[in-house]
């Protein structure tokens, strides 16, 4: 099969790699339909992430058609269309059965964080990804979900990832009906908490970034108020002061990690010491107001952090985080989509066959031509 491979820092390429095959019994193979590039994915690129190994595919954002199927697979047979959880999950351990399927124990067992990603680093236990013509599903009764014929791949391919993520974002930070919240950065997981945050009756929502076509796309997408937080000085005291000086009940950060890297961070994760500088997190903590709540969906890795933990101990807020247990919102989120309230590929301004997916990376890493979200097609034309 074609499939994008690592080469190492800023560098892939699309080549012939072997067919995934069936592994265990419970595993299937699907034919990928359709694939995307995730904001994630760019740390991979620039080679901030330890243990991310030349040769592996990336992507965890995917859609298809199940080509085979293991012997023990009892949900699902040989030409069904399904979107896949990014987070691989058993189903069956401690934190499956209270749908933390984010937390699974047994796809990543060498691990106390997070479960099993498909095509991250092997620190998520090295798993494959979707960025190929096909790739393996474990756990093939427990991640999958099936998708009504009536539905277009590009409409629910973001039910594996970003539009949960932004959702989740949004219920973490608890929103009670006509309170103010800001969400900092206007990608794509911040536009789908943006919309989410609608959805959970917020009365008000203002967006935070500093590049200007990715603010206007905000203005015209979620329907919020933006900030340029490089146009207004100190962007904490200026969003304070458009809460009417108390600051918002709710703050998200949809940043994470910085995805260029500055020197000093490019530097850290050769070393793979790169945690992410935590600006958004911080900015986060200064801006809502006492007793609020700070909701964290933005991607950062261990070891360290330098969070002011101080000022939200001392202002009493609520701080929640995690990764996206994405298979419990999938449902939901899918009569959203159908109902018309939440316009998910409304997101994609780029699609390019799989062969492209080098320049794909390149130019949405770069940010140029207006990019908010690439989207690759293993097979047929983009």
């Not at 498909?118 to 798993?127: A, E, K």
């Not at 999938?330 to 997916?357: C, N, Q, S, V, Y």
Request: charged share 20%; glycine share 10%.
């Amino acid at each position: 099969m074609r499939a994008l491979t690592y080469q190492g820092p800023y560098r892939v390429r699309v080549e012939n790699k072997p067919d995934p095959t069936i592994e265990h019994p419970q595993d299937v193979v699907l034919k990928v339909t359709r694939t995307a590039i995730c904001g994630s994915d760019l740390h991979l690129l620039h080679g901030l992430i330890a243990d991310t190994r030349v040769g592996c595919t990336f992507g965890h954002e995917f859609m298809g058609v199940v080509e085979e199927t293991g012997r023990e697979v009892k949900t699902l047979r040989k030409g069904d269309r399904v979107v896949v959880p990014f987070n691989i999950s058993c189903g069956m351990c401690f934190y499956c059965q209270r749908s933390l399927t984010a937390l699974c124990e047994n796809s990543n067992p060498c691990s106390d964080l997070a479960s099993g990603v498909y095509g991250y680093s092997h620190t998520t236990g090295g798993f494959e990804g979707g960025q190929a013509e096909y790739v393996r599903v474990p756990y093939a009764d427990v991640g999958p979900l099936k998708v009504p014929e009536d539905m277009e791949d590009e409409e629910v391919l973001f039910l594996s990832d970003i539009l949960p993520t932004g959702y989740q974002g949004a219920e973490m930070g608890e929103i009670q009906a006509g309170e103010t919240v800001v969400v900092f950065g206007c990608g794509p997981v911040g536009l789908f908490a943006m919309k989410s945050a609608w959805l959970m009756g917020a009365g008000r929502v203002i967006a935070v970034d500093h590049i200007p076509y990715r603010l206007t796309f905000a203005e015209q997408y979620a329907k919020v108020e933006t900030v340029n937080f490089k146009e207004v000085g100190d962007v904490v005291m200026h969003l304070r002061e458009m809460c009417g000086g108390r600051g918002a009940d709710v703050c998200i950060d949809a940043v994470g990690m910085e995805a260029e890297g500055s020197t000093m961070h490019k530097m850290l994760g050769l070393a793979k010491l790169e945690a992410g500088a935590p600006t958004a997190i911080n900015w986060s903590i200064d801006t809502v107001r006492k007793g609020g709540n700070v909701s964290i969906i933005g991607v950062y890795g261990p070891p360290w952090n330098l969070i002011n933990i101080g000022t939200a101990m001392n202002k009493g807020l609520t701080l929640r985080m995690n990764q996206c247990n994405v298979r419990r919102y999938m449902p939901r989120l899918l009569e959203h989509i159908r109902e018309g309230r939440i316009d998910a590929k409304g997101i994609i301004t780029h699609r390019f066959p799989l062969e492209d997916a080098a320049h794909a990376y390149h130019l949405f890493a770069q940010k140029r031509d207006n990019c908010i979200k690439c989207v690759l097609v293993p097979h047929g034309h983009a």
